[in-house]
């Protein structure tokens, strides 16, 4: 399960090549400059905000292709995607020679794909980003993210020896945290896990303090069985930044296997403190290390959150039938052991509890 996260994060990457602010050292700088502002706004991540000042930069300066450029940017991110599309090939008509136009017209189809809820017939779309690629190509053949983006589109075509290829061009040209961990991901979805480990060791060292490559990296290390490394490629992120609530997830994973249960025990606490809801496993983790330590309460109360967030799954009931039993509840640890049965049959350890009540 672990490995399909791993996967799909790649293609969950909104777009691996953003381009650059275009020149932004010739936008007008003047305080009251909507583009200028606008672009600070996008930066921040406050695209509604953003948008408005876009549009207002278009009516002001109809042809500044960099207005038109961000406006279509900030389409995207709100979502109005046929706009988007629509501004981006007004763009590249009326500036063939501008880079910009070529990346954020690939990234328009990407996210028409992304939105189809037939992927197969969704792929035209895939098809129409190559071929904006390919004029971007004859554009500037040494632009990085031309070569980065092609390598998202045929991840998302699941032709990862083109992926490939394209990735390792694009850090030929240049070398990028953000692409190595997509060459990472390609890796992994074709099953080489080691190479994909060499390429988030490289990611980590251009990114030190970017937490995200850091898990995923500790994740890929944990599917290598090499949990020791992992944990230690998240302490040392967490000393140069506070760890988020998959990097405190991740990290009790690991301490789990290496059977260091407080310490797991304080990371999953962090962790869902954190995300209360995102890591069901988590309260899960958590009643194994109370079990663990004798602490038969604590694991109940974990486990408890556990079953009523994933209430199919048999081993969140059987350990709570164990914390149950530990407790003295024989009724509970009853009715949790037949419910891990119902979701299991043939659940041994399960019947071996009922035996004992």
């Known amino acids: ?40 706004l996008y930066a921040l991540g406050r695209y509604e905000a953003a948008l408005s000042l876009f549009e207002r930069a278009v009516k002001e300066n109809p042809g500044n292709p960099d207005a038109l450029y961000w406006l279509a940017r900030a389409q995207l991110k709100m979502g ?26 690939s990234e328009a189809y990407v996210a028409l794909y992304r939105a189809s809820e037939d992927k197969e017939k969704g792929k035209a779309y895939l098809e129409q980003a190559l071929s904006v690629l390919r004029d971007a190509e004859r554009i500037n053949p040494r632009y990085a993210p031309i070569f980065a983006q092609r390598g998202l589109v045929y991840a998302l075509l699941g032709q990862m020896d083109k992926a ?61 069985g090499r949990p020791e490394a992992a944990a230690q490629v998240l302490e040392e992120g967490h ?24 310490e797991a025990g304080v990371a999953l606490e962090n962790a869902v403190a954190l995300a209360p809801l995102r890591f069901p496993a988590a309260y899960y983790y958590l009643g194994q290390v109370y079990l663990a330590l004798g602490d038969a309460a ?32 024989k009724e509970g640890a009853r009715y949790q052991c037949q419910e891990a049965l119902k979701l299991k049959p043939g659940y041994k350890e399960a019947e071996e509890v009922l035996k004992r009540l």
Request: hydrophobic content about 45%.
């Open 1 to 40: 399960m672990r490995w399909m996260l791993l996967t799909l994060g790649l293609l969950a990457v909104p777009t691996l090549a953003q381009t650059p602010p275009p020149a932004a050292a010739q936008v007008r700088q003047v305080q009251q400059d909507p583009l200028k502002t606008g672009v600070q």
């Open 239 to 262: 000393k140069l930044k506070p760890l988020d609530a998959e990097g405190w997830y991740t990290l009790g994973q690991a301490y789990l296997s290496l059977g260091r249960p407080k």
């Open 164 to 224: 490939e290829e394209a990735f390792k061009k694009a850090l030929a040209l240049e070398d990028t945290p953000e692409v190595r961990s997509a060459l990472a991901e390609v890796y992994l979805a074709s099953g080489k896990l080691d190479e994909a480990l060499d390429q988030y060791a490289k990611a980590v060292a251009l990114a030190p303090k970017n937490q995200d490559l850091r898990v995923r990296y500790a994740s890929a290390l944990l599917l290598k």
């Open 80 to 105: 109005l995607l046929n706009p988007a599309l629509e501004n981006a090939k007004g763009l590249v008509a009326r500036n063939p020679r501008y880079i910009g136009g070529y990346m954020v017209l």
């Open 298 to 329: 604590k694991a109940k109360s974990r486990l408890t959150v556990a079953a009523r967030l994933e209430p199919k799954k048999p081993e969140y009931r059987y350990l709570l039938c164990l914390a149950n039993e530990r407790l003295g509840d």
